[in-house]
Nanobody
Framework: QAQLVESGGGLVQAGGSLRLSCAASERALSTYAVGWSRQAPGKEREFVAAITWNGGHINYADSVKGRFTISRDNAKNTVYLQMNSLKPEDTAVYYC?????????????????WGQGTQVTVSS
């Protein structure tokens, strides 16, 4: 069973940038579509971005298009989320997970093997 580990979160001012990483400890991610989702306090988990196994298809939530970039390095077994022009409303715990559909789904219920998450806090 894959165990995903997120890292790279932190506290940043509005307009700043962070890069999150998602790595797998026991399974190669190279054959899986992987996505990022986030959950703010008191809100449901929402889809952020997804990428297919070879990067051939990428999907973004409207709220992050033009600001966030998802990418992957299969040689390093890692998926990244570069977040630029951060806003206070981006504050949340960010999770990565494997997309069972393999298509880069925008639906969080298509995902499995969630990591523990990494906190991103954007101050105004």
């Amino acid at each position: 069973q894959a165990q995903l580990v997120e890292s790279g979160g932190g506290l940043v001012q509005a307009g700043g940038s962070l890069r999150l990483s998602c790595a797998a400890s026991e399974r190669a991610l190279s054959t899986y579509a992987v996505g990022w989702s986030r959950q703010a306090p008191g809100k449901e988990r929402e889809f952020v971005a997804a990428i297919t196994w070879n990067g051939g298809h990428i999907n973004y939530a409207d709220s992050v298009k033009g600001r966030f970039t998802i990418s992957r390095d299969n040689a390093k077994n890692t998926v990244y989320l570069q977040m630029n022009s951060l806003k206070p409303e981006d504050t949340a715990v960010y999770y990565c997970a494997v997309d069972r559909s393999g298509l880069g789904s925008g639906r969080t219920y298509d995902y499995d093997y969630w990591g523990q998450g990494t906190q991103v806090t954007v101050s105004s």
